[in-house]
């Protein structure tokens, strides 16, 4: 099992906390939630689309392996998929029932998006994965996010800050994915490189009629 070295960048952490910096202030400042990036009627058929695509972008890294050369083996972004949706869940279903913002619906539970946090999800780790090799890859699944994102705002579900914020925890959850998987799984491959270095013995062998090679495998 190969080792793979990852190198954390502390600055990685700078836009996530940006945008849920961000978000959170919105939602705190009191007249700030008044805003609505889109004016429209009740009666103005919703898009339903984004039920779909936020859990369909987490899947958006495997379509990339698809169409380009990608940084992990696909069983690592599976992983690092799984990983970074508990961080994420985990992030925003506490933040959700702690600050119980009401929805511009009147729903309860609006700060922030989950639909975005989501989405951004599946983006993030399609850049992370693909931006030294494909460029057009790398970006096309924030484009995929935005959308969303602003699928949320048309359809009445959020406000501004919330998808802001939402973003923010998407992106976060794959930074943290990525800062804690690494170091486990390949503890997990040196250890058991090790074993099998030991299961096989390579020797030079000396006899009376001549030299040779000793091998010995422990089952």
Sequence with gaps: ????????????????????????IGTAIDGMNDFHLFSRKDSVKKIRIDDYMEWGMLGWVFVCDLMG???????????????AEGFNAAMTRTVKYTVGEIRPDGGPHSFPSGHTANAFLGAHIAWKEFKDSSPVLAYSGYALATFVACSRLYNNRHWVADVVAGAGFGILSVELAYLTYFPIRNAIARKINMKGSDRLVVAPALGPTGGGLYLSWKF
């Design 69 to 83: 050369k990608e940084k992990h083996n696909w069983v690592d972004q599976l992983c690092l998929v799984v990983i």
């Design 1 to 24: 099992m190969s080792v793979v070295e990852y190198k954390f960048k502390p600055k990685s952490l700078i836009l996530p906390a940006s945008l849920i910096t961000v978000g959170a």
